[in-house]
């Protein structure tokens, strides 16, 4: 079975266009100020404009109450978004409600306690984002580039659909896929050359390597 690659942070039209040349299931899209992908909606309507059909737009926000999500909603054409902060599941459900667009939670993974905590997401959240617990003090709560032990997902089975996330790179990612069975994944930092700057290559090598 092919993997579902979703290519994280993009920034420029021109991302969208190495996106879908690559193979990309999904592009992801960041309304977050801290980090270096944030991108204003003005920007990220244009890009969602410009990407192929097919080609799945994921808004990603943290913690963000009504009043954004009201903003992002109503200028860009979207297919999912994703919660990547503290969100609880019934925050989770008032969302889904409210947008009615379907709902990415995602979750850090340390121990197997966190795999039992994502597994209450399950019922409420129509996919599951298993992404590393960021470092003590870290400013952003993903997009940093760290790895958790996949082997903590063996032997789990999920109601819904989950994405590995966390330190993939072109070089790790079919390791990544073989040790956690993961059918789809979800990268920013490891295909970039730079804080925010994607490349098309590294976009590339991911996506055939997710599949190698
Ligand atoms: O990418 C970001 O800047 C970001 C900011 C705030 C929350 C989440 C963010 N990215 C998500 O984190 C995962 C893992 O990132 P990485 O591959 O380890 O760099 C990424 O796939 C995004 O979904």
């Given amino acids: 079975m092919k993997v579902r690659v979703k290519l994280c942070g993009l920034t420029t039209q021109g991302d969208i266009d190495a996106a879908a040349t690559a193979g990309a299931a999904y592009i992801g899209l960041v309304f977050f100020d801290k980090s270096p992908r944030n991108v204003s909606i003005e920007t990220a309507r244009s890009m969602a404009l410009h990407a192929p059909i097919g080609l799945a737009k994921v808004a990603l926000v943290v913690n963000a109450d009504d009043a954004t999500l009201d903003r992002i909603t109503a200028s860009i054409p979207l297919d999912m978004l994703q919660l990547h902060g503290s969100e609880t599941p019934d925050r989770v459900a008032a969302v ?3 947008y009615g667009l ?3 939670k995602a979750l850090g993974i340390a121990s197997r306690a966190d795999v039992a905590s994502a597994q209450l997401y399950s019922g409420v959240a129509d996919q599951l984002l298993l992404d590393a617990k960021p470092a003590e003090g870290e400013t952003l709560p993903g997009g940093n580039g760290l790895s958790f032990d996949w082997r903590l997902l063996e032997g789990e089975s999920w109601s819904v659909p989950w994405m590995l996330a966390g330190g993939l790179t072109p070089d790790n990612v079919a390791e990544a896929v073989r ?5 789809q994944v979800d990268v920013s930092s490891g295909i970039e050359t730079a804080p925010g700057q994607k490349s098309a290559a590294l976009m590339a090598k991911f996506v055939t390597e997710a599949n190698s």
């Fill in 179 to 183: 040790c956690s069975g993961a059918q």
């Fill in 96 to 98: 889904k409600a409210r």
């Fill in 102 to 104: 379907p709902v990415m």
